[in-house]
Every structure is written in structure tokens, then in C-alpha cells.
């Protein structure tokens, strides 16, 4: 692998080590999915190259199995015969209508009406969902006019994973009529 990233960027000086870490790194936190590590990989190593041995492409080929085995990646139809790929394609509509409901409701109310959204933990499933609905915001933010349209459809996809996870979301609004008339420094 190191010999290929020398040939690749030959400008980059990059021990082993280091880069074994990166890969490592990258294959860990989930950054990519499966099919985008799998993409990346066939662009970087191509199939036709003759100077490329099995041995290099080896580390990537049995990294690859135990990162998939490990993370939680987006649901994927394949068969809609099974019952697994039926409840996933339903969980995904949901998910969809979801995302349609918020964003639709944080468009038609005034960012001091907002709700507060909680902050949420960085677990394997909420990662999941956000993995499931950023392909589903590409067609919201495409037709965005401007940069408030575009916080409104943020701010709905962020209101749209606290209601799939259940988080609590205070419906009180960013804005408390009765706090704001009190300094802080009187309270």
C-alpha cells in the first residue's frame, strides 16, 4: 500500500506507519460507507494495473469485511421478497415522511418559535439515521433559493432525527415570553 500512495502522490512523504494509521482511522469512524470505501478503493487500485500485486491490495480487501461486520450502515434494499428488506423500505418511508413533516413545519414557523433541539449522543444508530436521511436532503437543498430556505431544510432534518431517535424536544420555542422580560443578573 505504501508503494502505491509513493506511485500515486509521489510529491507526499508518508511512512508506513503513518498511513496505515489513516487507513485505519478512516475505516473506523464510519466517514465513508461501504459502497463509497468501495468506490474509492476500485479508483485508487485498478484492476488493470500490472504493477499492482495482491499483496497490496490484501490489507485493504481484509480490512474491509471486519470495518462492514462492525458499523451500522444505511439501510439497503436488495430482495423485496424478504421480510428483513420489507421493514427497512418501510423504515426508510417513515423516515421520508418524517424528514417531509419537519422540514415543512420548521419553513412555515418563525426561528424564535423554533423549538430547542437537544443535544444528541453520538451512538452507532443515531449516526445510522443521519447516514439514512443526508441522501434524502440532496434533493431539498438542490432547490433551495437562498440561505434561510437552506437553514429552515438543515434545521428541519435536525428536528427530523431528534423525532425518529425520540429525543425530547421542547415545544416552548427558543423565545420564553416571561425569561426575557427578567434580566438574568435580577433572577
Sequence with gaps: MHRLFAELEPSLTVTEQN????????LGSNIFDVAELERLRREAVPSSDENA??????????ELPANVDAAVSTPVVV???????????????????????AIEETRSTPLENSPRLPRIALSKRN???VRALNPMLVTYLEASRDLC???????????AVCRIIGAKV????????????????RR
Design 127 to 129: 449516526r445510522a439515521v
Design 149 to 159: 430556505e437552506t437553514d429552515s431544510i438543515l434545521f428541519g432534518a435536525a428536528l
Design 19 to 26: 498511513l496505515a494509521d489513516r487507513v485505519r482511522y478512516i
Design 79 to 101: 430482495d423485496s421478497n424478504d421480510d428483513g428488506t420489507v421493514a427497512q423500505e418501510l423504515e426508510l418511508e417513515h423516515m421520508r415522511s418524517t424528514l417531509e413533516e
Design 170 to 185: 421542547s415545544t416552548a420555542g427558543r423565545a420564553t415570553g416571561h425569561s426575557s422580560d427578567i434580566p438574568a443578573w
Design 53 to 62: 500485486t495482491a499483496e497490496d491490495a490484501a490489507p485493504q480487501m481484509v
